[in-house]
């Protein structure tokens, strides 16, 4: 088994860090353990609630707030070159577009490396970095998306790249369905008998949140009782935006429904307590939350976004609904509460997909055989 160094371009606590976090965690518990690293940018709130010891752990930046952290400059490529020459690594897997550098770092000492990208590139058409980018993305030996609404953006990085590419779900550890949520409930101080929407993502735009906020208040009228939750941090540069959200909030006579929980480091017990989850966003390469919702057997309506289309099958295991429309998300969520029975059919259903298709051991195995094609010499 060769060296391979795992890179997150983030230290926090949402989809692409906690993905690759759990994914080295997977790999240690395998044979020869020894051989995986992690390298973070800084200290942060992923290695809080992962427990990656300091042998297969490294830092490669000095900077502050994780993501935040400028993960893009040259002299992160610089510096990563010289972890891998001292670490004798000789296999790289950069996780998400942000780690660029690393597949640039292991290119120039010519050591072979995955690049696993968890962005819808459409986004990324005006980037001032897409040119490297692209040239990035031919010297890389291999490229893994994290679903198939992700690989259609692969035009905006260059042609002839489809050989090298393909998809690869990226699962969790699956949990157990919520048979009663009285206890998480009475833990967090909600009342037994209200009902429970939530939403988990970072507070900004892109994650729908207006849409969210307007849909409650029209829900709020016909069910008095519900509170929303809204689990989530709020990067510095969406201050202006969270503030927005509370004065919304306001207006609509809401905001005392309405409770922010900030990040938490271990936000299981808040989502075991919800009646359903509600997904806004208007993009998004997969919606790890999704899943995470529907191991439990908690109901979700979501948007057509990009990845959630490929987790729900409308009507089935959840439904779908149009972006930035809160009267669709109102009429969506005021049918499952109505419809007990269905929702729960839905979620059953959901839990049974997840099993499937979305757990952490299939998608290290899957990794796994990418790495022992590069051990053989075959890729």
């Not at 995986?36 to 900077?63: C, E, N, Q, T, V």
């Not at 919606?287 to 729900?312: F, H, Q």
Request: glycine share 8%; aromatic share 8%; net charge positive.
């Amino acid at each position: 088994m060769k060296r391979v160094a795992f890179i997150s371009h983030a230290s926090v606590l949402n989809g692409a860090p906690i993905t690759v976090a759990e994914l080295v965690e997977e790999f240690l518990t395998g044979p020869e353990p020894e051989k995986f690293y992690l390298g973070l940018p800084i200290p942060g709130p992923l290695l809080d609630r992962y427990s990656i010891k300091p042998g297969h752990l490294f830092f490669y930046d000095r900077a502050f707030l994780g993501r935040e952290a400028p993960v893009t400059r040259p002299r992160i490529r610089n510096r990563l070159r010289r972890i891998f020459r001292e670490k004798e690594i000789d296999l790289v897997v950069a996780n998400s577009l942000e780690s660029f550098r690393a597949v640039q770092a292991a290119s120039e000492l010519k050591i072979p490396v995955i690049w696993m990208i968890h962005e819808l590139l459409t986004a990324y058409q005006k980037r001032r970095e897409l040119n490297e980018m692209k040239d990035v993305a031919r010297a890389a030996d291999r490229l893994i998306f994290n679903s198939r609404a992700a690989l259609s953006g692969l035009p905006v990085l260059g042609k002839g790249l489809e050989k090298k590419s393909r998809v690869i779900y990226l699962g969790i550890h699956l949990a157990s369905p919520v048979e009663d949520k009285s206890d998480h409930r009475k833990e967090l101080g909600f009342p037994p008998g209200s009902v429970l929407l939530g939403s988990v993502g970072d507070i900004c735009p892109q994650k729908g949140y207006e849409s969210l906020i307007r849909a409650f208040g029209l829900l709020s009228r016909q069910y008095p009782e519900a509170r929303l939750l809204i689990i989530g941090r709020t990067p510095p540069r969406f201050i202006k935006f969270r503030n927005r959200m509370n004065e919304l909030s306001r207006e609509l006579g809401i905001a005392e429904k309405i409770i922010f929980t900030g990040e938490k480091i271990d936000p299981r017990n808040f989502i075991n307590s919800l009646d359903l989850l509600i997904h806004p966003s208007w993009r998004e390469s997969f919606g790890r939350v999704i899943v995470e919702a529907l191991a439990r057997e908690i109901p979700v309506v979501a948007t057509r976004s990009g990845g959630a289309e490929e987790i729900i099958v409308d009507g089935e295991t959840g439904i779908l609904i149009p972006q930035r429309e809160p009267e669709a998300i109102a009429g969506a969520v005021s049918r499952l509460i109505e419809s007990p029975e269905e929702a729960r059919e839905m979620a059953r259903r959901g839990r049974a997909m997840v099993e499937e298709k979305f757990t952490i051991s299939r998608s290290a195995a899957e990794l796994k055989e990418e790495i022992a094609r590069f051990n053989s010499g075959n890729h």
